[in-house]
């Protein structure tokens, strides 16, 4: 046996013995996984030295590139488990550096195996014999492979990271573990490294050793791992040794802790209780063991203890010492207030050993302050609620005390001496002397004084006050000064003259637009009104009002939304506005324009109406003077523009006729004349024939330009135009006593078309469907226009009215020219807007519905008679309506998704 197998042999051997060794220990204690990773890299170790002496030994450059091959698993080994002791035993280096490192090297493993024969070489030449030891050992000879640098470059990375470590635990304090483990790991790891890198590359000629510095590593790193038991062990023996001296400190501390007057709590490093002393468990009348670790909790109140463990638990982390109070269930069951302090404890060595805390009652002490400061507060409460200074003046030392408050009012600093001459500085010069006699009778005579008097501020404002106080008495029975309290009255005082100045200006105002200012109180059911407006209405001058009283004024065919309107306020407990009708006594009507506002009580519910009304009689006449020379002026327009249209056909047709007429003429001469030329017959009649084509194609020519012209087309939203619509039409909804609700779909797509057409359909449709209810009571006269959108992409608008319905014989005709029902209708509303609607693409369709049906939208005219109901509408008419007759018509609009207009449009009488 040769030098070179005895060393590598014993080398493996030895870690491996080392490797069982440290294997034994993790065994015994599970915690120790840096034993149990130096036992793996002790076993690759022993590998690597193995395959280097069997490197050695190769006899074929086949062999001798296996064996390079097989080294890199002990080696992938190796440093894989370098990496992880560092971050185990020494707790240090970047995670992410360690990644790294165990990627790189992994990688270069993989490589190792698809290269051939590795990744050392890319060619294997014949093996070259050296003498080494004194023995001939084969060396590698080859071509280099490039691919090699990997595996070079995890080392690289692997001393970056131990560098990095070692640093770490350097600056953390623990040098001796830096020096031993990061400084063994660094010089090994390098030594080998470089030793590789130079006989790879042909540097220099030798075999593989590096397993002799890895072996070295072995070595360093069992000493340390050792040098931690050995410690451990002393540590052992110097606690048993210390252990008797502790229990006999703590017999000793445990026995004062007993006899002391306070209550002494103690803790270890977990914060949990370890120790309380007689006095503690006399006062909770609880064992020892119930008080133990956190039982001590559960005779704390529920209210402080949170705020008792965060305190507690803030300091413990902060090693800080704290001063707490809480209430301590006492043996009685009652709570008593705690005075707890505590401060961190260190043994002989300096260690931290938890706490120790004193608790003393203080609850005599907490009930005095929590009195002083309930009655301090009260009397702050008591001042500010009242707006009150209170003030103290001593005649032996001159000194005038006062609250903070009145100080900051008067200019005064918040501290220092103010005698009584400074607080009569601040008083007016016309009330100085007053005061002072006052206060002078009071001190004199040993009685209470008042009075009232003006304060000037330093921003030059004037306050009035009202003193009010008593004489101070000593022992001796004398006066020794005065105590009293301040009151600023300058609103009370000035409140008359503000009211008076107030209600002159309202009286003066309301006469001056002619308003009437009225309240309601709904608890007595009494109303208060304007000396005008009683008189107005024929009430007394005094007395009570009640509502009913006034609703007999309103108008009867306005009385029912009247009280709609105010019941509606009083529900919502909103503000409201009304337009109505009143009936004075001498019969006149007038109209009546009120608003008004719901106050509510401490409980949230409905007390007061509050509201102005104003006459609006002559803005009534004038809109419906209006309305009628609007009316007037559109009667003319269109007999102007039928006048135009006569003549333009006249114009038209005067030729053509004419040729008609002397053709004719020619030919009934030439049949007198009893001489027929059939050929002149012929040509007469082809004439007349051309004439009167001519004459047929002039009045389609006027019928074209009569239904179309330029579309002025937009992007139209409906429920806007509908809005305007409601606007224009009020004037005659007040007039003829109907109501018009909207039920507008929101989010409703523009569409494409002509608004003033638009309207023009809207506008007749709505007056149509308020001269179809003339017979139907007023309360249930009522227009609703509404817009939706179809499932199918269809938009819809309908004009419903209450009125009595379309005759069956007059359905079919609704929409002929010429056709109405009106006594002084022309016929040409419905035919209008029917010309309108299928302009822009639409239909429109009249009927007369007992419930409304959603319909689906289609491209041809049609009239239907629906008797279902799907669409939220459950009564057959407004609210109330009970007429057998009644029924309700729709007019309908559609608009489809390609944004043509589809009309379809249900009206209510047919008198178009």
Request: include cysteine.
């Amino acid at each position: 046996m040769n030098w070179v197998t005895v060393i590598w042999s014993v080398g493996s051997g030895a870690c491996l013995t080392l490797a069982l060794i440290h294997v034994v220990v993790w065994w015994k204690d599970r915690a120790a996984r840096a034993n149990l990773v130096f036992s793996a890299m002790a076993i690759a170790v022993a590998a690597f030295a193995a395959l280097e002496l069997a490197m050695m030994q190769a006899q074929t450059p086949e062999q001798f590139g296996s064996d390079v091959r097989w080294v890199h698993v002990p080696v992938w080994v190796i440093i894989v488990s370098l990496v992880i002791f560092v971050r185990l035993y020494l707790k240090a280096g970047r995670q992410w550096l360690a990644w790294t490192v165990v990627g790189v090297r992994t990688l270069s493993l993989i490589l190792n195996f698809i290269f051939s024969p590795n990744i050392n070489f890319r060619q294997m030449a014949p093996l070259r014999h050296v003498s080494f030891l004194g023995e001939s050992v084969s060396v590698a000879a080859g071509v280099p492979n490039p691919w090699m640098l990997v595996a070079q470059l995890s080392l690289v990375l692997l001393v970056i990271f131990v560098m990095d470590a070692t640093i770490a635990v350097w600056r953390r304090g623990d040098r001796r573990q830096a020096l031993m483990v990061g400084g063994s790991i660094l010089f090994f790891t390098m030594a080998g490294t470089v030793e590789g890198i130079t006989i790879t590359w042909g540097i220099i000629s030798m075999p593989l050793t590096a397993s002799l510095f890895y072996q070295g590593l072995v070595v360093v790193m069992a000493c340390e791992l050792s040098y931690d038991v050995v410690h451990a062990a002393a540590l052992a023996r110097q606690l048993q040794v210390s252990d008797a001296g502790l229990r006999e400190s703590e017999e000793r501390f445990r026995s004062v802790a007993d006899a002391a007057p306070v209550l002494i709590w103690m803790s270890g490093m977990d914060k949990l209780c370890t120790f309380f002393n007689k006095p503690w468990l006399k006062f909770t009348g609880r064992g020892l063991e119930q008080e133990l670790g956190n039982g001590w909790a559960e005779g704390v109140h529920p209210d402080d203890l949170q705020k008792c463990l965060e305190i507690y638990t803030e300091a413990f982390d902060a090693r800080q010492p704290f001063v707490m109070q809480y209430r301590l269930r006492r043996y009685d069951a009652e709570y008593r207030w705690i005075s707890d302090q505590g401060v961190a404890r260190y043994d002989a060595q300096g260690n931290f050993a938890g706490y120790i805390g004193s608790c003393v009652d203080v609850t005599e002490l907490v009930n005095k302050e929590q009195a002083l400061r309930e009655s301090e507060e009260r009397m702050s409460l008591a001042a500010e609620a009242a707006n009150l200074g209170m003030w103290e003046w001593d005649s032996n030392t001159d000194e005038v005390w006062s609250t903070t408050t009145r100080r900051s009012v008067f200019g005064w600093p918040t501290s220092g001496k103010i005698t009584l001459k400074d607080l009569i500085s601040v008083v007016h010069i016309d009330d100085r002397d007053r005061l002072q006699q006052a206060l002078r009778d009071a001190i004199e005579n040993s009685k209470d004084y008042e009075s009232e008097f003006r304060v000037v501020l330093p921003d030059g404002s004037v306050l009035w006050m009202l003193a009010r106080g008593r004489c101070v008495r000593g022992a001796d029975g004398k006066a020794v000064g005065l105590r009293g309290i301040s009151m600023d009255v300058t609103e009370l005082v000035n409140k008359d003259t503000a009211l008076r100045e107030s209600e002159e200006r309202m009286r003066v105002a309301a006469d001056a637009v002619n308003l009437g200012i009225w309240e309601w109180d709904l608890s007595r059911d009494e109303i208060w009104a304007t000396n005008a407006r009683r008189a107005l209405l024929g009430w007394p001058a005094s007395g009570k009002i009640g509502f009913e009283a006034f609703v007999s004024r309103v108008h009867p065919d306005d009385r029912d939304r009247v009280r709609q309107t105010i019941d509606d306020a009083i529900h919502n407990g909103k503000g409201y506005d009304s337009e109505y009708r009143l009936v004075l006594p001498d019969g006149i009507v007038r109209w009546m324009a009120t608003r008004g506002s719901v106050h509510l009580d401490g409980n949230g519910k409905p007390a007061r109406l509050l509201g102005v009304s104003i006459d609006i009689t002559a803005r009534k006449q004038a809109e419906l003077e209006a309305l009628q020379h609007r009316e007037e002026l559109s009667h003319l327009s269109r007999v102007a523009a039928m006048g135009e249209l006569a003549a333009s056909i006249a114009h038209e047709l005067n030729q053509p006729l004419s040729g008609i007429s002397s053709n004719a003429s020619a030919g009934q001469r030439f049949i007198d004349r009893g001489d027929v030329d059939l050929r002149e017959l012929h040509e007469l009649l082809g004439d007349i024939m051309a004439d009167a084509h001519r004459a047929g194609a002039v009045i389609r020519g006027i019928q074209r330009m009569v239904k179309k012209s330029v579309p002025n087309r937009q992007q139209v939203n409906l429920n806007d135009l509908v809005s305007k619509v409601v606007h224009m039409v009020k004037p005659n909804a007040m007039l003829q006593s109907c109501e018009v609700e909207t039920l507008l779909e929101p989010n409703l797509p523009p569409i494409e078309a002509d608004p003033i057409q638009l309207q023009q359909v809207l506008l007749n449709l709505t007056i149509n469907a308020f001269d179809a209810m003339d017979d139907t009571p007023a309360p249930h006269r009522k227009v609703v226009i509404a817009t939706e959108k179809n499932s199918d992409s269809a938009i819809r608008v309908s004009v419903r009215d209450y009125g009595v319905g379309i005759p069956e014989e007059a359905r079919e005709r609704v929409f002929e020219q010429f056709f109405t029902s009106k006594a002084k209708g022309l016929g040409m509303g419905l035919a209008i807007v029917r010309s309108i609607v299928e302009s822009h693409g639409g239909m429109i369709v009249a009927e007369n519905a007992i419930r409304f049906s959603r319909a689906r939208p289609t491209r041809r005219t049609r009239v239907r008679d629906s008797r279902c109901s799907d669409a939220g509408f459950k009564r057959d008419g407004p609210p109330g309506n009970t007429h057998p007759a009644t029924t309700r018509r729709t007019a309908r609009l559609y608009y489809g998704s390609r944004r043509y207009l589809h009309v379809r449009s249900s009206h209510e009488s047919g008198r178009g």
